[in-house]
């Protein structure tokens, strides 16, 4: 009896915690799941909004030439224009400072306003802000082309090495030591170096060829275990092919592992690109980068910060937020991860429990 | 096992020469290193030209050209390596073998500052899982993560290096900085130790209290231009450590240990005045070395003496309190150093450097002074690597030791009735640590490559520097030097890196299944 008892509060115990979890995905498909779980991590959707916010404001503020539209940008300014450089009224003698002010005028300040040249202006009179909002297209870009070529490589590689394993899987993961063996940076620089001047895509593309390495394995990997699943056995003894079972029973069930490590090397790709620049093997002047902003500005920081700190924020920015989307991402995708119990739940479940202790 | 060694080495031969081979030819077709010269009209182009071309063997097709490069690579077998001559007719090997210790003396203290620092922050913020500090650890993580290290250490070099040589000048902590430095210390101890809320406020009071009068009492000593331990602090320090250690590795309830421990802590008073006799001006490095192995001696000497059953924990414990205490002494030595290195005509008084690895117009005399230049020299890289490396070590620790929290064994370990402390130490914290040789093998050999732009930054004439070098000076020998030196590096650590996991943990088998 007593056997019993501790049996029935086992059950009851058990079925307090997963009654909690089910029911939150009681009749909610795969996708609904996910997108529930990542809704509830605050700081992935903050990002999230953080980084929308970041693309719309960046990639509408300057004019741009898409084939024969001719986008108008809100900013007055663009990287070619030469305004005049402010004099005077800038402390220690310097030219060109901010002209942002955010201390209202009740408290002694200028009164929150952008001014003429909110981030200041560059040595010859450029608006800083269009640079500003130039280098972080340009870096986003980057970010993004690498992103995706680095995604496709990489899952193509792992998919097909973890699928059919034997020498093929041998080959292609001989192949991935062996691009791991070169370090990006120094290949990186070795390509940027001589045909920096081809532009900004072929940067991305470039460095896109050569960071898939990490993403590859862990695809692999995944693959490798859901092969051996029942379901696999399942559908190919009812005759599925090759293609569909990767397509329709494996893929979906490894696209979790692949988004978030595709974030990852997102995050990577954007300090990535940044530090190429900075070297000077990455984005080459005319063009701009957050990189290369601080890397042509780092010596006047004593004299005019604002040149060194708005690119430098924006990077962290842009790279903590896809951070914490990749977080929020894995979390979501992850059911074996417990999350926090609420305080109430935990409140329930130990009231629950001793109610059951005291009726025995 | 053997077999499986000699296998692995086989494939990294065969990928190593793979991808140097590409690499060579990239760069070969990529950069022309007469290309400047031919533009020249400057009649001493031509020769130069040709000399280059002699000296390079230009001439030659770059995938013939690898194969002679190659040659002199393969001499390391028979014992003379040629990786060829540089632009400027220096031997590549040379180059390479001044600028590694430099790489390495960069490298090694942050990798190390970062490791200890890193696990002891994961483990204690996965103690305190979601709670406020698990969140601001894991914020500033993310944050650390997402530093371009440019950026970093320029904000390092103005606020840390200028801005304290400065602060120097007048030497005194400032009132609101006392108030904010206190909130900051009170902050992070309470919320460490915040199990129930009193305790919470009694830490953040004791905490806020005890970190402003020590910098008021800092101030009134003007400590920051002559700092200095002294025996008395020495000694309460070292009881500190002995308690401590004790506490964590076999707990206090062991009287010996205990004992042995604090035997330690009275020796350190002890033998503080005599030992300064030692440190003279012409002290070595070995000395140092030496005297390392004299207080592991005697500190196995003393645990032996206390044992009788059970030495293995209680002797690490005591030799890991001798060794804290014995380099309270050092650092106390190097604090006293200070004020004379403050004094010396190089460093007037501005002793944190924002670029460099020495100060070239130090006198190189006194063996204390030129180490402490030394040690003030590798101030500001290592923060900078140790910012970007830690939060890896955070994560992960932090990540893995929730994972072994989960395990049956611990359960068990609960079950049995051991003390918590006892379970987390001996159980949790061990297995901890089984993963992470594998990531800290990666690492080095990837922060070796990766410590370019540190170099860059801060001055450094290191394996980066050379790189740096190589690249924009079209160097293709120097280039192929330091990449073969990386490339190898790194695939040898994932061989390390895998042996050492198989060894760490019986349950993985290498060359299994094959």
Redesign the interface.
């Known amino acids: 009896m007593k056997f019993g008892r501790k049996k029935d509060l086992e059950t009851t115990i058990e079925s307090g915690e997963n009654a909690i979890a089910n029911k939150e995905v009681e009749g909610l498909s795969q996708g609904q799941i996910v997108l529930k779980r990542f809704l509830r991590h605050r ?1 992935a959707v903050i990002s999230l909004s953080a980084i929308t916010g970041i693309l719309l404001f960046v990639f509408s503020s300057l004019d741009m030439k898409i084939g024969p539209f001719h986008y108008r940008g809100w900013w007055k300014f663009g990287v070619d224009d030469l305004p005049e450089l402010r004099y005077g009224d800038c402390p220690n003698g310097t030219v060109g400072c901010p002209t942002i002010s955010l201390r209202p005028k009740f408290l002694g300040g200028a009164g929150i306003q952008l001014g003429q040249h909110p981030f200041g202006q560059d040595d010859i009179g450029r608006d800083y802000f269009a640079l500003v909002m130039q280098g972080a297209q340009r870096s986003i870009l980057v970010m993004v082309v690498i992103g995706i070529v680095a995604g496709f490589i990489g899952t193509v590689v792992g998919a097909v090495s973890g699928f059919y394993r034997g020498w093929i899987d041998a080959i292609l993961m ?1 192949f991935t ?7 990006v ?3 990186g ?3 940027g ?3 920096g001047n081809l532009g900004i895509l072929f940067l991305a593309l470039y460095l896109g060829l050569f960071t898939w390495t990490g993403l590859s394995r862990l695809v692999r990997g995944e693959f490798l275990t859901l092969r051996e699943r029942e379901f696999v056995d399942a559908a190919r003894v009812a005759g599925a092919s090759n293609r569909r079972i990767i397509f329709k029973h494996i893929l979906p069930n490894a696209v979790g592992v692949i988004i978030v490590s595709i974030t990852l090397t997102m ?1 990577g790709a954007i ?1 990535l690109e ?2 190429l620049s ?4 990455g984005v080459v002047a005319p063009d701009v980068s957050l ?1 290369l902003l ?2 042509q500005y ?1 010596d006047s ?2 004299t005019r910060p604002w040149l ?1 700190w708005y690119p ?1 924020i924006l ?2 920015i842009i ?2 937020s896809v ?2 989307i990749g ?1 929020g991402l894995r979390d979501a995708f992850d059911p074996r991860q417990r999350r ?1 119990m609420t305080k109430k739940v935990r409140q329930q479940s130990t009231t629950l429990l001793n109610r059951e202790a005291k009726s025995e | 096992m053997l077999a499986y060694i000699v296998r692995r080495l086989g494939v990294l031969g065969v990928i190593l020469f793979g991808s140097s081979f590409i690499l060579y030819n990239m760069a070969a077709i990529a950069g022309d290193p007469i290309g400047e010269l031919r533009l020249s009209n400057d009649p001493a182009a031509k020769q130069a030209i040709i000399d280059l071309t002699l000296r390079l063997q230009l001439d030659v097709p770059p995938p013939l050209r690898y194969f002679i490069w190659l040659k002199g690579v393969l001499g390391i077998f028979v014992g003379k390596a040629d990786f060829g001559l540089t632009r400027d007719n220096m031997s590549v090997f040379n180059e390479i073998s001044q600028a590694i210790p430099i790489t390495i003396r960069l490298v090694t203290t942050a990798t190390i500052v970062a490791i200890v620092l890193g696990i002891a922050l994961g483990i204690t913020s996965a103690l305190r899982q979601y709670t406020r500090f698990d969140y601001s650890m894991t914020f500033f993580a993310f944050l650390l993560y997402s530093l371009p290290i440019f950026w970093v250490a320029v904000l390092l070099k103005q606020f840390l290096a200028i801005r304290f040589n400065d602060f120097l000048s007048h030497s005194t902590v400032h009132r609101n900085s006392v108030l904010l430095l206190s909130l900051l210390s009170a902050i992070f101890w309470g919320s460490i130790f915040s199990r129930v809320r009193k305790t919470f406020w009694i830490t953040f009071v004791s905490a806020a209290l005890g970190t402003a009068s020590l910098l008021l009492f800092m101030n009134q000593l003007e400590w920051y231009t002559n700092p200095r331990l002294g025996p008395i602090t020495v000694f309460i320090f070292s009881v500190g450590i002995a308690f401590g250690v004790t506490h964590l590795s076999v707990g206090l309830s062991n009287r010996t240990a205990l004992y042995s421990s604090l035997t330690m802590a009275v020796l350190a008073l002890v033998i503080y005045f005599p030992i300064q006799s030692l440190f003279t001006a012409q002290s070595t490095f070995w000395q140092m070395i030496l005297l390392l192995i004299v207080t592991i001696a005697v500190a196995t000497g003393v645990s032996f003496m206390f044992s009788r059953i059970d030495r293995g924990p209680l002797i690490r414990t005591t030799i890991l309190t001798a060794f804290l205490s014995a380099s309270l002494i050092i650092v106390d030595k190097y604090m006293r150093t200070w004020q004379f290195y403050l004094k010396e005509d190089a460093i007037n008084y501005r002793p944190v450097p924002t670029i460099g690895q020495v100060s070239d117009l130090l006198p190189q005399d006194d063996y204390w002074i030129r180490t402490l230049d030394i040690l003030v020299h590798l101030f500001l890289p290592t923060i900078a690597l140790t910012l970007i490396s830690f939060a890896g070590y955070t994560r992960f620790s932090r990540g893995t030791l929730l994972e072994v929290l989960n395990q049956d064994y611990i359960r068990t370990a609960r079950a049995k009735g051991l003390t918590e402390r006892t379970v987390i130490m001996r159980h949790a914290f061990r297995n901890t640590l089984i993963p992470l040789p594998t990531i800290i093998v990666v690492d080095f050999a990837g922060i070796i490559g990766g410590a370019i732009i540190t170099e860059r930054v801060f001055g450094w004439y290191g394996m980066g520097t050379l790189f740096n070098r190589a690249i924009t000076g079209q160097d293709l020998n120097l280039l192929m030097g330091v990449f073969f030196l990386t490339a190898t590096l790194s695939v040898l650590a994932n061989l390390i890196a895998d042996l050492l996991y198989s060894a760490l943990d019986p349950r993985i088998r290498v060359g299994a299944g094959k």
């Open positions: 700081a001989r030591d062996f691009i791991i063996t070169i370090p940076i120094i290949i620089s070795v390509i170096f001589h045909f995050s300090l940044t530090a900075y070297l000077g093997f990189g601080i890397s780092q920081f004593t060194f430098g990077i962290i790279a903590l951070n914490f977080d926090q």
